[in-house]
T-cell receptor
C-alpha cells in the first residue's frame, strides 16, 4: 500500500533562518506531488506541484521554493523565513490519472518567531 | 478565479441528528469535487470524490451530491456520531492534473453525546 511521510512534524524557527521540509511517498511510482499551506484564518492554498523529477510549478509568488530531486521525494525550502510563512504545511500525492483522489501527509506545523 | 464557500462555518449538534453541509463554487468548469475530513492538527482524509459527470457518491453514512450547473455540492451525514466531530473541507479540481485543488475554509462539526 502507498504511504506518505512528512517531517518534521513541528518546528519553531526565527525570522531570517532557512527552512527545509521533506516529504516522501512509498508504494507508487511517478506520482504527482504537491505542497499546500493552511494559514491561520485561511483555507488550504496550493503552493507548488510537480509532475516529475525536476519539474516544479509554482501557484503563488512567495518566499518559498520547492524541489524534487527523486521520483518520490519533494522538498519545500526557504533561504530566509518571514513571519508570514507561519502555518500548517501539507504534502500530498496523487496518481497522474484524472479521476483519482489525492492523499495528504500528516502535516508540518511551522511557527516563525 | 475559483472561489469556494462553505456554509455553515461551524455546527454543533447532538448525537443521532442528520446533517447537511453546503459547498458552493463560482466557476462551474470543474473536473472533480472532493470532500475531506480534517481532525485537529492532522492531515486531510478524502471522504468522497464526485467526478463532473456524476451527480452523487455514497460511502456508508455519507452522501455527497453535485449540481455542477448551479455550482453547489452538499454533504449529507446520517445518524451523526461523536466520532464524526472534525472539520469538513470541500475542494474543486480546476484542471486535468488532479490535485490542483481550490479549497473552502471548512465546516467545523461538533457532535456531542
Amino acid at each position: 500500500s502507498q504511504t506518505i511521510h512528512q517531517w518534521p512534524a513541528t518546528l519553531v524557527q526565527p525570522v531570517g533562518s532557512p527552512l527545509s521540509l521533506e516529504c516522501t511517498v512509498e508504494g507508487t511510482s511517478n506520482p504527482n506531488l504537491y505542497w499546500y499551506r493552511q494559514a491561520a484564518g485561511r483555507g488550504l492554498q496550493l503552493l507548488f506541484y510537480s509532475v516529475g523529477i525536476g519539474q516544479i510549478s509554482s501557484e503563488v509568488p512567495q518566499n518559498l521554493s520547492a524541489s524534487r530531486p527523486q521520483d518520490r521525494q519533494f522538498i519545500l525550502s526557504s533561504k530566509k523565513l518571514l513571519l508570514s510563512d507561519s502555518g500548517f504545511y501539507l504534502c500530498a500525492w496523487s496518481v497522474a490519472i484524472s479521476g483519482n483522489t489525492i492523499y495528504f501527509g500528516e502535516g508540518s506545523w511551522l511557527t516563525v518567531v | 478565479k475559483q472561489e469556494v464557500t462553505q456554509i455553515p462555518a461551524a455546527l454543533s449538534v447532538p448525537e443521532g441528528e442528520n446533517l447537511v453541509l453546503n459547498c458552493s463554487f463560482t466557476d462551474s468548469a470543474i473536473y472533480n469535487l472532493q470532500w475531506f475530513r480534517q481532525d485537529p492538527g492532522k492531515g486531510l482524509t478524502s471522504l468522497l470524490l464526485i467526478q463532473s459527470s456524476q451527480r452523487e457518491q455514497t460511502s456508508g453514512r455519507l452522501n455527497a451530491s453535485l449540481d455542477k450547473s448551479s455550482g453547489r455540492s452538499t454533504l449529507y451525514i446520517a445518524a451523526s456520531q461523536p466520532g464524526d466531530s472534525a472539520t469538513y473541507l470541500c475542494a474543486v479540481d480546476r484542471g486535468s492534473t488532479l490535485g490542483r485543488l481550490y479549497f473552502g475554509r471548512g465546516t467545523q462539526l461538533t457532535v456531542w453525546p
